[in-house]
């Protein structure tokens, strides 16, 4: 899916710019550059309308950040939580939540469980092999409703206990 | 890792031995003018270890997938559909699977492809998991399951005959869940130890052996007709257009019917019951989860062998009746026990449902299309009917359990199996042959 997103990526701007540039050619001030058609897919990305914006880019060390879908999360104590399969962002873009596949064997039985966004710690994770580690147990999240699309979406913070939702679950072992 | 103790210790053993007839077997002393009846014992151990090594294979295909592919930074949606896909050509396969093994000669090179075509897949699956290469090896996998399904009692059927498939189906099913319930422990282990990719690296490495003891069943001594369920060559009956020959059958119909039932109340059992135990004991989960599923395991290979004995001795519908209550008690044990433990303990009852259809599945087909030559045509049909019911089953459970909770959801599966249980009772007829027929040939 990877190979195939990148070309989707590639050839979305090319089409979709590219045409619209050539029949506005003749009156724009990018059209002093008669080379710019030819230029690459992501230099044309910017310029349609607003002629001198550069693009921002950062450079970050690939030690110092890293993907996060897929990765297995640690708990408090240091046992396995199961893994990251997505991230809930609310209407802002703001990121609220990650969706961790937790518990079962060889696939059998996990549940998918929406923790706070804020109880994740990523110091840790950004080492290849190395693990996500969240704020709570095992114990504190197993009871949780698990997450649905499309459903109101319970999500498990670091302080607080699930009562206050009306599920029963053990006091946090500390 | 005893296959591969097994595995380095079987090809000295078939050569040095003669093509000895077995001598436990139904028709041991006849001459060798009637290879299919009294199967080599080259050939018996061969089918054995065959069912062995394929239900290891296929147990690296199973739900663990999805865990692969999440490691693989696959999102849900990709993952659900490809499995999905596979799930659509696993179901819409049995008939066409069933028909390809019907018109082979030789269900051992038919076998022989499927096999070869699986390991390729599981390759794919280890070396590329980006989406169409994926994608194409789980329709390959799903497609070549489908012909091995039918081909496995075909072969045991053209080995045995019908005097003496009873017993060999027990076989096959003891040695095919201590194959899977093996390959679980080595997989689990294996995914826990380095990755989950290496999974299915040991699955490309066991379809080796897994050819190997298909090839030390002699192809000589699988008799093409009864591999077929046709009579022999002079009493065949004129093929007329095999489907709406089938599609008349009634035994086969209602059968096929109850097997939808079944399989509709069976297929939700485990996911639901192992989903609950992760909310309910988080540390113990995955260990009983595992002897949720290892526990059924046992029961069927000590019971299998059994099962096929008495199915000669009392019949089909008794056992088939047992099973099927063994699936209603199981569906109101998990609604009303709560006690994980216990749990595990109800999983008995799992072995002996399982273990009852895996041998009765094949045979009752066999009983119902004897003479027709549509024997694996037919196995598709009931092939499909599982399917049918199997895929419906984990999408009904999850509704009935979102909307009103754990305990209707078992109980109402429960009344499904109820439902298969009333059509054997008061529709399905007892399909064992009379004892004159079975050895008139």
Known sequence: MRIQTVWIAFAIPVVFLAVPRLVLAADTPAAVQPIAPKAPASSTQTKPKMPP???SVTVMDAAGASGILGRAVKGADGKNMGRIVDVIVDTSGKVRAAVIDFGGFLGVGSRKIAVDWNALHFSGAVKRGDDVRLELTRDQIKAAPEYKEGKPLVVIGASGDLRSL?????APAK | MIYLHESQNAPPK???QPPAVEPGGPNGSEPLSEPAIGPSQASARGLDWFVFFLADVQTGFGPFVAVYLTTQKWTQVEIGLVLSVSGLVA?????????????ARSERMVATVAVALIGVSAAAYAAWPIFPAILLAAIL????????????AAISLGLVGRAGIGHRLGRNARFASLGSGIAAAAMGTVGYLWSSRAVFLVTVVLALPTLLALWHIRAAEIDPEYAHGSLHAKSRPPRSSSLAMLARNR????????LLLFHLANAAMLPLVGSFMTAKSSTWAPALIGACMVVPQIVVAAISPWVGTRSHIWGRRPLLLIGIAALVLRGLLFAFVHDPR????????DGVAASIFSVLVPLIVADVTFGTGHFNLAQGIVGTAVGIGASVSTVLAGYLTDQFGRSTAFTSLAFIAILALAVVWFAMPETRPPEAEVHEI
């Open chain 2, 91 to 103: 179901l819409l396969g049995q008939m066409p699977g069933g028909a390809i093994v019907d018109w």
């Open chain 1, 166 to 170: 009306g599920i029963s679950t053990p």
């Open chain 2, 14 to 16: 078939y050569p040095a």
């Open chain 2, 251 to 258: 035994p086969l119909l209602l059968f096929s019917s109850v």
């Open chain 1, 53 to 55: 914006m550069a693009p």
């Open chain 2, 342 to 349: 216990l749990l595990v303990a109800v999983q008995i009852f």
């Open chain 2, 141 to 152: 996998h799903a497609g070549s399951s489908c012909v091995l399904g039918p081909a496995i």
